[in-house]
């Protein structure tokens, strides 16, 4: 499919991405095609549809129908180099599709250290059990990193920043080595967007998404999407369509909706979440501010070199304080929901574990006191700063000091 308009900023191909006349008509959105039957003028039309699997053709619907294509092309259109973009009904079924794609029985797969708890799930449990051994690494250290490969190494998954504690990591450098063992390298970009760090043209081979964080935006839809250039997008085309990964028109028709308005969502969220970090960077009672959009921080420089933009998630710890003074501030909070996901129009504090999950890369890492550990994660969303900051401040007076 194509790249449209790839010369313009991010905000005119966010408003023209996806929007064919041929699927449109003469409204504005795509409307909402709701099928499983694509009906056929006769028997001749019915075989030249099995036997043609273009994009963009109406067959049955597991292969979608305009609201989809209409959507799978927007995200085409956003991720320089990309050929295509396959959409999933979860951003999970996203990361394990991408994977199913490259890996088979003797294979073994390098995940960075920091990664999305599921993804660590799939590897260590489903992915184990079809004979893919699994590798983890630190994300900081690239000697170690390069140490791991192996003849039989495919693929690797980079996450970063990392979506609980926010390393950010050399990308660029991590998808170079894998090219040049011939593994496959696979980012979750969720974090970032394609307006923030487009994967494709820093060098990686698959850009995966959570739509259910900032592309939904509403809190209200579950889907995911991987982008690639041609090659591998018809590995991830012909996987999806075996495992019959489908989404629905009225979920496609949602995500459209919130694509809209992604860059001036980040752009508002990142601002409010940079005045909070600073803010809480001040505070006696903070140890560390996992954010790194915030000058002087230890991910900013990587950051800075790497990205266009960023969004409202990030963390921080609590300085020398146990889980049930973190309980106290979190529960206090009036403003802020607890619950997972990220990347809605409202704010959302979590509670946050780390170190259990780690296997490669220690946590806390050198340089923290050991009972600075307890971590909160915060998505910041739409509201006003100061009340954000207000709502924080009483929180921390009911957590009382230490
Ligand atoms: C939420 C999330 C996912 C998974 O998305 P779902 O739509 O919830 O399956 C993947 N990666 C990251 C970094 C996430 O935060």
């Given at each position: 499919m194509s790249n449209n308009g790839a010369d313009k900023k991010a905000g005119t191909r966010l408003v023209g991405a996806g929007r064919k006349p041929e699927w449109t008509g003469a409204v504005v959105n795509p409307p909402v095609?709701?099928?499983?039957?694509?009906?056929?003028?006769?028997?001749?039309?019915?075989?030249?549809?099995?036997?043609?699997?273009?994009?963009?053709?109406?067959?049955?619907?597991?292969?979608?129908?305009?609201?989809?294509?209409?959507?799978?092309?927007?995200?085409?259109?956003?991720?320089?180099?990309?050929?295509?973009?396959?959409?999933?009904?979860?951003?999970v079924a996203a990361i394990s599709g991408a994977l199913m794609s490259v890996l088979s029985p003797g294979n073994t797969l390098l995940v960075?250290?920091?990664?999305?708890?599921?993804?660590?799930?799939?590897?260590?449990?489903?992915?184990?059990?079809?004979?893919?051994?699994t590798r983890y690494f630190d994300p900081l250290d690239l000697n170690a990193y390069r140490a791991l490969f192996c003849e039989n190494t495919k693929a690797v998954l980079i996450e970063s920043p990392g979506s609980l504690t926010m390393e950010v990591c050399d990308t660029p450098a991590l998808a170079a080595i894998a090219r040049e063992h011939g593994a496959v390298s696979m980012i979750d970009n969720t974090w970032a967007t394609?307006?923030?760090?487009?994967?494709?043209?820093?060098?990686?081979?698959?850009?995966?998404?959570?739509?259910?964080?900032?592309?939904?935006?509403?809190?209200?839809?579950?889907?995911?999407?991987?982008?690639?250039?041609?090659?591998?997008?018809?590995?991830?085309?012909?996987?999806?369509?075996?495992?019959?990964?489908?989404?629905?028109?009225?979920?496609?028709?949602?995500?459209?909706r919130g694509l809209r308005t992604l860059e001036l969502r980040l752009?508002?969220?990142?601002?409010?979440?940079?005045?909070?970090?600073?803010?809480?960077?001040?505070?006696?009672?903070?140890?560390?501010?996992?954010?790194?959009?915030?000058?002087?921080?230890?991910?900013?420089?990587?950051?800075?070199?790497?990205?266009?933009?960023?969004?409202?998630?990030?963390s921080f710890v609590l300085k020398g304080r146990d889980?049930?003074?973190?309980?106290?501030?979190?529960?206090?909070?009036?403003?802020?929901?607890?619950?997972?996901?990220?990347?809605?129009?409202?704010?959302?504090?979590?509670?946050?574990?780390?170190?259990?999950?780690?296997?490669?890369?220690?946590?806390?890492p050198e340089g923290y006191e050991a009972n600075d550990k307890q971590v909160i994660r915060l998505s910041i969303g739409l509201e006003d700063a100061d009340d954000l900051i207000a709502d924080l401040s009483q929180a921390f007076d009911v957590m009382g000091p230490a």
């Open positions: 095609w709701r099928a499983s039957t694509h009906l056929y003028e006769n028997c001749a039309a019915l075989k030249e549809g099995t036997q043609d699997n273009a994009d963009g053709r109406f067959f049955y619907g597991r292969r979608g129908a305009p609201t989809q294509w209409a959507l799978a092309d927007a995200l085409t259109e956003l991720e320089p180099c990309a050929f295509g973009t396959v959409l999933y009904p979860s951003g960075t250290d920091n990664a999305y708890e599921p993804s660590r799930l799939m590897a260590n449990g489903l992915f184990k059990r079809l004979g893919v051994e394609p307006l923030g760090f487009p994967a494709l043209q820093h060098g990686c081979d698959m850009a995966i998404m959570a739509l259910t964080k900032h592309v939904g935006g509403h809190s209200d839809l579950m889907m995911g999407s991987v982008s690639a250039g041609e090659r591998l997008y018809k590995r991830l085309r012909q996987t999806a369509q075996t495992l019959g990964h489908v989404v629905s028109p009225d979920d496609a028709a949602l995500a459209l752009q508002k969220q990142t601002s409010t979440a940079l005045k909070i970090a600073e803010w809480l960077q001040k505070r006696g009672d903070v140890a560390h501010v996992l954010c790194p959009m915030l000058p002087g921080s230890s991910d900013y420089d990587l950051w800075e070199r790497d990205f266009a933009g960023a969004c409202g998630l990030f889980a049930d003074a973190r309980a106290r501030l979190i529960d206090a909070l009036e403003l802020f929901g607890i619950g997972y996901s990220w990347g809605g129009f409202e704010s959302l504090a979590l509670p946050a574990n780390p170190a259990p999950i780690r296997s490669a890369a220690k946590w806390p």
